[in-house]
């Protein structure tokens, strides 16, 4: 069953790659006391996420964080070491935290799954947004056909703050 709003965030650990190492990012402690604009995107290094996704929060960080948000965060099944390297090639620096869902725990848990076995990547989140506010969904945004960018963008979700 996919995540409705006004459900509760399931509690996974997320995986980042800080100046300590690999570290847990338990969701319950990251979403806590807190209004969060998290994508998801299939895949880091993809033509899709890397051409248009990324870059759309990249530059509209700032104007969601003026409209009360206090993070704003890219989530993919990928580890965390392609999660730095690909937020170092796109150069979010402190705009976007780049999160791990390695094991699809996340996507598994909000039903947000897709199969992309046909272009060999297996089971990944589909390409969706959402607002977190305090560990609870507000706001969700799912694209009919995850290769494309429509309802997820940045710009989108501005218009919903």
């Not at 969701?27 to 895949?43: I, T, W």
């Amino acid at each position: 069953m996919t995540i409705q709003i006004g459900d509760k965030i399931p509690s996974v650990n997320f995986k980042q790659i800080t100046a300590d190492g690999l570290v847990d990012v338990p969701s319950d402690d990251y979403f806590k006391g807190r209004k969060v604009a998290l994508f998801s995107v299939p895949g880091a290094f993809t033509p899709t996420c890397s051409e248009q996704h990324v870059p759309s929060y990249v530059g509209s960080a700032d104007a969601l964080k003026a409209k009360g948000v206090g993070a704003v965060a890219c989530v993919s099944v990928n580890d965390a070491f392609v999660m730095k390297a690909w937020g170092e090639a796109q150069s979010v620096g402190d705009a976007v935290e780049m999160l791990a869902d390695g094991n699809g725990e996340f996507a598994r848990a909000t039903g947000l799954t897709m199969d992309g076995s046909g272009y060999g990547l297996g089971e990944r989140s589909t390409r969706f947004s959402m607002i977190v506010d305090d560990g609870t969904l507000t706001q969700l945004n799912v694209e009919s056909n995850p290769s494309e960018m429509d309802v997820s963008s940045a710009e989108h979700m501005l218009g919903q703050l």
